[in-house]
């Protein structure tokens, strides 16, 4: 009886459970059961064991995960590593130096070789972009400014003009580099450098086909015009002097040419009538010249050779402007430049006193046949004196006189002209 003292109660209900201090499960809700028909009569008999349903057989979802964290963020932050230097080099590039760390011998070597091959067209191109090379790189200096302006003269005593085709861009990019270098020349460098630039710049600016740089260096043409003082007698006559002086040595120059096959044996025989015993190799220069050595004992102050280069300068220069205005007159016949030449023709014959006679009788003519050329652009003529008649003007005139008789609805005979539908 003791065993079944339990027997037949009902289980203890779960709504007051007993403390207990492991953690205790919740229950879980029974899963519906698939009811299904039974076929059988007898309901106390065993019943077969029904199949479940596929979804029935599916184990229940479990609750899902968070998300994983992302590989990029698990990541160390990369550490500033050692610059490779195999990495960070460039593919090969083809570069000019523009900085050189050549010493003042190999700089002065350079500039030799430069000045005897620039003289050369062929040359002169490559021979003035090393010169430019030099320039940029600072190895223009006090030091090296005589051989540096030996190129540079050297540039301007070859045979080729300034404004040839050949080497125009060349010049004019090199004297345009030559400014920066223009602090370590003395005066009479940097007199000569300023006529040089206005025929290797100037000039060839006058040449060019824009419009505004056409303008811009007229404008500064007329600067340089105004710049220059007024020429005096002794101007005129020292210019007159020069042209005799020029004359005289070609004439003497043809002479010496024709005679030189002529005299070579009669001297031969002149020098050893005046020194049959071969004396004068032994005695010295100074006492076989002392006259001329009397001669140059006169100092010359340091004023006089100051204004004698000022001299020299202000003709060069002068020379120089009126080249510029022949070659702005000479482009004349192009339209866009022809107002831009009439003021600048005007201005230099404003100021015409400011040059020599040779070079006012030379600005005369070219005012007065540029003069000439505006009159017959307002009478409506070209530059050739032919009438400027625009297209349909040229087409009036070309058709006034041709007969027409397409289809007999213009004259029957082909006799009627075309000025009743021209006018």
């Known amino acids: 009886m003791a065993d079944d003292l339990f027997e037949g109660l009902p289980p203890p209900s779960s709504a007051n459970p007993l403390p207990s201090c492991e953690p205790q499960e919740l229950p879980k809700e029974p899963k519906p059961k698939p009811k299904f028909a039974s076929f059988g009569t007898d309901s106390s008999s065993s019943q077969a064991p029904q199949p479940a349903l596929k979804s029935a057989l599916k184990k229940p979802k479990e609750p899902s995960e968070p998300n994983p964290v992302l590989k990029s963020a698990l990541k160390r932050p990369k550490e500033p590593s050692e610059p490779n230097p195999e990495a960070t080099v460039p593919g090969k590039k083809l570069r000019f130096k523009t900085t050189t760390d050549a010493s003042e011998k190999q700089v002065i070597e350079a500039m030799q070789k430069i000045a005897s091959h620039i003289k050369n067209p062929t040359k002169f191109g490559k021979a003035s972009k090393l010169a430019i090379q030099l320039i940029q790189a600072g190895s223009v200096k006090a030091e090296t400014s005589d051989y540096f302006f030996s190129i540079l003269e050297a540039a301007m005593t070859s045979s080729t003009s300034c404004t040839d085709p050949s080497i125009r861009a060349d010049i004019h990019a090199l004297f345009s580099a030559a400014q920066d270098a223009s602090e370590c020349l003395n005066k009479k460098q ?89 004396l004068d190799a032994f005695l010295t220069q100074s ?137």
């Not at 500064?220 to 006559?237: G, H, M, W, Y």
């Not at 015409?352 to 505006?374: D, P, V």
């Open 190 to 278: 940097k007199n000569q450098l300023t006529t040089w630039t206005i025929r290797a710049v100037m000039a060839n600016d006058l040449l060019t086909d824009d419009s505004f740089l056409f303008s811009k260096t007229a404008g500064q043409l007329k600067e340089e015009i105004s710049n220059l003082p007024v020429a005096t007698e002794d101007d005129d006559r020292e210019e007159a002097a020069a042209l005799e002086v020029e004359t005289k040595t070609t004439d003497e120059d043809d002479l010496m040419k024709k005679d030189m096959t002529s005299d070579v044996p009669d001297e031969e025989n002149n020098e050893k009538e005046s020194d049959p015993f071969g």
């Open 287 to 423: 006492s076989m010249k002392k006259g001329d050595k009397v001669k140059g004992n006169k100092d010359v102050t340091p004023k006089v050779k100051e204004e004698e280069e000022t001299k020299r300068f202000l003709k060069s220069q002068r020379e120089a402007l009126v080249l510029c205005l022949e070659i702005a007159a000479r482009r004349y016949k192009t339209p866009w430049c022809q107002t831009v030449i009439d003021i600048l023709a005007k201005h230099a014959f404003d100021n015409i006193r400011r040059f020599t006679s040779e070079q006012r009788n030379a600005i005369g003519k070219l005012w007065a046949s540029i003069r000439e050329q505006h009159n017959r652009r307002k009478q409506g003529k070209t530059v050739t004196g032919k009438l400027d008649v625009n297209g349909f003007e040229w087409l009036q005139q070309k058709y006034a006189n041709e007969k027409i008789s397409i289809r007999h609805s213009v004259g029957g005979s082909g006799d009627r002209k075309t000025e009743m539908w021209l006018g």
